[in-house]
């Protein structure tokens, strides 16, 4: 049984899993390298308020029942005091903003080089 196996993989077969496997591990490393360039810019009405490393581990009280959480270069709203809670229920996030509207809090990850995200209400 095992031989048939091996006689059915061809040698284009081996250099597509070739280049499978060096395609996933480029793509890992692009991603952690671009990961340490990222950082947090918190805007409240629409202005920039603070800007935060996404590489350093933290709790962030922008104001009181309102809390951010870096962790692993993620971040949430762990704590909101607006009523739907939709900002706290999208758990963490690696690239998509984060909006507590009732606040008129915006959350947005920015990694170095690339272009600015235009928010609109």
Do not use: H
């Amino acid at each position: 049984m095992s031989r048939t196996l091996i006689r059915i993989i061809t040698l284009p077969d081996k250099l597509l899993e070739i280049v499978l496997l060096l395609l996933a591990v480029s793509s890992v490393l692009y991603l952690r390298a671009n990961n340490s360039r990222a950082e947090l810019e918190i805007f409240i009405d629409n202005e920039l308020w603070k800007t935060y490393n996404m590489q350093q581990d933290q709790i962030i009280t922008i104001r009181e029942g309102i809390v951010v959480e870096i962790n692993n270069g993620r971040i949430r709203m762990k704590e909101s005091i607006c009523a739907n809670q939709i900002c706290v229920r999208q758990g963490y996030s690696s690239s998509i903003p984060i909006i507590c509207a009732p606040e008129k809090i915006a959350l947005i990850i920015k990694r170095r080089g690339e272009q600015d995200m235009m928010i609109t209400r």
